[in-house]
């Protein structure tokens, strides 16, 4: 079984541009999450699609947001890019909501 | 909301010695609480997790044990291999998975060999 793949896997972009990263789930996951990870502030969660829906959201402003479209794939955009969302963003993605998560290799992104 | 802490941020040990991994939480409605691998360049691994109702878990050399009344559940690796070498997080599903997951700071394992 393949895993979860992120596209793309490195990103520079400069302060004030949006940027759109693509994650693919395990084939037959529903539930794809999507996390930040920084050397300061270490692993955060940013949100959790299920069946389309967004189950839960977490501390992070109204910049970040997702979606996930009826084959599971998932996106998240971040707009108004500012130099604190320096880091990688990973996907994770599992058949039972939060639980037995699998994770992709992540989405290094840098602004400049 | 959940606030997970994990100790020690680094661990030494020799290879064939065992490892613990301590982590406690905060909210008493977290009811499941994985354990992540990661090595440099990749996205953590699952290695372990265990559900409230349960006391400890064991898969070959690694078992993780909670106490829910201390709110606190621990790592435990027995003859460390250098393959081990990795930075391991601990995480609680923050109001019962409500909020999503919640993770530690991390602990950089190193192998000695």
Redesign the interface.
């Known amino acids: 079984k393949a895993g979860?793949t992120q596209t793309p896997r490195y990103l520079i972009k400069t302060r004030g541009q949006q940027v759109t990263l693509s994650c693919s789930p395990i084939s037959g996951h529903r539930s794809v999450?999507w996390y930040q990870q920084t050397p300061g502030q270490?692993?955060?969660?940013l949100?959790?699609y299920f069946s389309e829906t967004q189950r839960?959201?977490?501390?992070f402003p109204g910049r970040f947001s997702g979606r996930q479209f009826s084959n599971s794939r998932s996106e998240m955009n971040v707009s108004t890019l500012e130099l604190g969302d320096s880091a990688l963003y990973?996907c994770?993605s599992s058949s039972s909501?939060?639980?037995?998560?699998?994770?992709?290799?992540?989405t290094r992104l840098t602004v400049t | 909301?959940e606030n997970v802490e994990q100790h020690p941020s680094t661990l030494s040990v020799q290879e064939g010695d065992s490892a613990v991994i301590k982590c406690t939480y905060s909210d008493s409605a977290s009811n499941?609480f994985?354990w992540?691998k990661q090595e440099l360049?990749?996205?953590?691994?699952?290695i372990i997790?265990i559900r409230s109702n349960v006391g400890e878990k064991k898969d070959q050399r690694i078992a993780v044990t909670l106490n829910k009344t201390a709110k606190h559940f621990s790592l435990h690796i027995t003859e460390t291999q250098p393959e081990d070498s990795a930075v391991y997080?601990c995480?609680g599903?923050?109001g019962g998975?409500?909020?999503?997951?919640?993770?530690?700071?991390?602990t950089h394992l190193i192998i000695q060999p």
């Open positions: 979860v999450s270490g692993l955060q969660f949100f959790e839960n959201k977490g501390n990973l994770a909501r939060l639980e037995g998560q699998y994770f992709g290799p992540g | 909301g499941y994985p992540y360049g990749k996205g953590p691994q699952l997790d997080f995480a599903n923050s998975g409500a909020d999503g997951l919640t993770f530690g700071k991390g």
